[in-house]
Nanobody, 123 residues
Framework: QVQLEESGGGAVAAGDSLAVTCLAS????????KAWFRQSPGKEREFVAG?????????VYADSVKGRFTISRDDWKNTFVLQMNDLKPEDTAVYYC???????????????WGQGTQVTVSP
């Protein structure tokens, strides 16, 4: 059973940087694609960034965060990090990490989810 736990959320000002980390536990973690999603009040959960299971896979990003957000993975430490730079108020959301069998942008394609961590960006 895969378990995911996010940490590192918080409140920052526009233009600041913040990193959120996903710590994973369970068997064969390197066999999963990994992604970050976010959800704002009243909105659907949306894809932010993701990477396929292979260590050499290139990450993909939502257009809204491209050039500002970067994901990194450490398969030995079982961590998956979302580095967020130049944050904007519209980035305010609960951020979730998710693992699934293959890279995808759809929520339904992921089997395992963390509990989420709140990121709040003030103007």
């Amino acid at each position: 059973q895969v378990q995911l736990e996010e940490s590192g959320g918080g409140a920052v000002a526009a233009g600041d940087s913040l990193a959120v980390t996903c710590l994973a536990s369970g068997p064969t973690l390197t066999h999963y694609a990994k992604a970050w999603f976010r959800q704002s009040p009243g909105k659907e959960r949306e894809f932010v960034a993701g990477v396929d299971k292979w260590s050499f896979a290139d990450p993909v990003y939502a257009d809204s965060v491209k050039g500002r957000f970067t994901i990194s993975r450490d398969d030995w430490k079982n961590t998956f990090v979302l580095q967020m730079n130049d944050l904007k108020p519209e980035d305010t959301a609960v951020y979730y990490c998710a693992f699934g069998p293959a890279a995808a942008r759809e929520v339904s394609k992921y089997d395992y989810w963390g509990q989420g961590t709140q990121v709040t960006v003030s103007p």
